[in-house]
């Protein structure tokens, strides 16, 4: 064999294992980066369902504050009947339920991963006042918008109605009898749970 061909067929050689080289190296990176990512996925649902699973005591006959302080202390929340603004209203209100009902939870479903930056919980929950002991059964969709690993905005549905909001004359109205049940309830009611 002639010296060009010696060389041209180790070139050839060259050429191929820098080539598998490169495939081995770029296989190999994409895996570390896809595990990485299903590794964080994973820790990100599972510090969202431990926030969760502390958020759903409140509506479980068991306001704490552990519960409390998952929320950012000017967090907002919303059902039909309230809205609270700051974490000192939204502590009275939960404190309040005890004094009315009796109340837990009889299933839930927590869904970590709803939205980018909003986990929800699927509760049926029954409560029975302490008036008239009617059992009442509610099924109801609570959303958590989380900034900063805590819970920056509540909104609860109820038969995943969405809530009037402001914009109209009855918005507008509705919102402000909503606003006035907060405050009268937060001048009514600790701030600091039931023992």
Excluded at 127 to 152: A, F, G, H, Q
Aim: aromatic share 10%.
């Amino acid at each position: 064999r002639s010296p060009n061909h010696i060389k041209n067929n180790m070139q050839a050689v060259l050429r191929t294992t820098t080539l598998n080289t490169q495939k081995f190296n770029h296989r190999s990176w994409n895996a570390r980066i896809a595990g990485s990512r299903n590794f964080a996925t994973e820790s990100d649902k599972q510090w969202k369902t431990d926030l969760a699973e502390d958020v759903k005591e409140i509506y479980n006959g068991n306001p704490n504050e552990q519960a409390y302080s998952r929320f950012h202390e000017d967090a907002t929340f919303q059902d039909p009947p309230t809205k609270c603004v700051g974490l000192g209203e939204i502590k009275s209100a939960f404190n309040a339920l005890p004094k009315i009902f009796d109340y837990k939870l009889l299933s839930y479903t927590i869904t970590p991963d709803h939205a980018p930056d909003t986990i929800m919980i699927a509760m049926k929950t029954k409560y029975v006042p302490k008036v008239y002991k009617k059992e009442i059964i509610m099924d109801s969709n609570l959303y958590l918008t989380i900034k900063d690993e805590k819970v920056s905005y509540m909104e609860e549905k109820w038969n995943d109605e969405e809530i009037t909001k402001e914009g109209s004359l009855w918005g507008n109205l509705l919102q402000a009898i909503r606003r006035g049940n907060a405050k009268l309830v937060h001048q009514l009611i600790s701030e600091e749970p039931p023992k």
